[in-house]
């Protein structure tokens, strides 16, 4: 009886007209241009950019930005959501074939090339961590999805003893990768080279294996 209602209350609803569909699509139009603008800062490096900055990228007012989004805030989980499902959708498992050693140094290159690429966008999520709690809540975000496309490239690592396990994940991880490429300044190609060393002398030398 209620579902009767609810579908004859909708039925005689007005249809939309095109002038509210025209405002439909300005409003969409509007917040995909603030979002790139936002994207666009976080790209140059500007981490946590001001309202101003934004709209001016976006060529809109700054009470534009709080009348589709709120706040400031509000923004920066649309953007954050965005990312998430942008990230998710891009990383695909990997098809890696080769001795052991090969098919390490290949998903280097491939988490290295990922990682140089989103790095900003990643320090974006960081900007935003006000506790502990949710600093290891990014920390921890798409950790299953690392695993899984670990493991599928580098099956060795799936059957190693769980000490072995968790290393060789770490030396696939963001953080490890920004630490030895941007604070002890090593170069991409030694970082793929010590990251398929230390991969292949834990993953031979493993008692489970």
Same mark, same amino acid.
């Given at each position: 009886?209620?579902?009767?209602?609810?579908?004859?209350?909708?039925?005689?609803?007005?249809? +939309?007209?095109?002038?509210?569909?025209?405002?439909?699509?300005?409003? #969409?139009?509007?917040?995909?241009?603030?979002?790139?603008?936002?994207?666009?800062?976080?790209?140059?490096?500007?981490?946590?950019?001001?309202?101003? +900055?934004?709209?001016?990228?976006?060529?809109?007012?700054?009470? $534009?930005?709080?009348?589709?989004?709120?706040?400031?805030?509000?923004?920066?989980?649309? #953007?954050?959501?965005?990312?998430?499902?942008?990230?998710?959708?891009?990383?695909?498992?990997?098809?890696? $074939?080769?001795?052991?050693?090969?098919?390490?140094?290949?998903?280097?290159?491939?988490?290295?090339?990922?990682?140089?690429?989103?790095?900003?966008?990643?320090?974006?999520?960081?900007?935003?961590?006000?506790?502990?709690?949710? #600093?290891?809540?990014?920390?921890?975000?798409?950790?299953?999805?690392?695993?899984?496309?670990? *493991?599928?490239?580098?099956?060795?690592?799936?059957?190693?003893?769980?000490?072995?396990?968790?290393?060789? +994940?770490?030396?696939?991880?963001?953080?490890? *990768?920004?630490?030895?490429?941007?604070?002890?300044?090593?170069?991409?190609?030694?970082?793929?080279?010590?990251?398929?060393? #230390?991969?292949?002398?834990?993953?031979?030398?493993?008692?489970?294996?």
């Amino acid at each position: 009886m209620l579902q009767s209602m609810q579908t004859m209350s909708a039925l005689n609803q007005p249809p +939309e007209t095109p002038a509210a569909d025209g405002r439909a699509d300005r409003s #969409a139009r509007t917040r995909k241009k603030i979002l790139e603008a936002l994207f666009a800062l976080v790209g140059e490096g500007i981490l946590r950019p001001r309202g101003e +900055e934004i709209a001016e990228r976006a060529d809109v007012a700054v009470r $534009t930005i709080f009348r589709h989004f709120g706040d400031m805030e509000g923004l920066y989980t649309a #953007a954050q959501h965005h990312l998430d499902s942008l990230f998710d959708s891009e990383q695909d498992e990997p098809d890696l $074939t080769g001795t052991l050693e090969d098919r390490a140094r290949a998903y280097a290159e491939l988490q290295g090339a990922l990682f140089e690429s989103i790095r900003n966008y990643l320090l974006f999520y960081v900007a935003r961590v006000r506790t502990a709690e949710e #600093a290891n809540a990014i920390r921890s975000s798409g950790t299953a999805n690392q695993r899984l496309r670990l *493991w599928s490239a580098l099956p060795e690592c799936a059957a190693a003893s769980a000490a072995t396990r968790h290393t060789v +994940e770490q030396l696939y991880s963001f953080q490890f *990768w920004d630490q030895v490429r941007f604070e002890q300044g090593v170069s991409v190609e030694d970082t793929v080279k010590s990251i398929t060393q #230390a991969t292949v002398l834990l993953l031979s030398s493993d008692d489970r294996r």
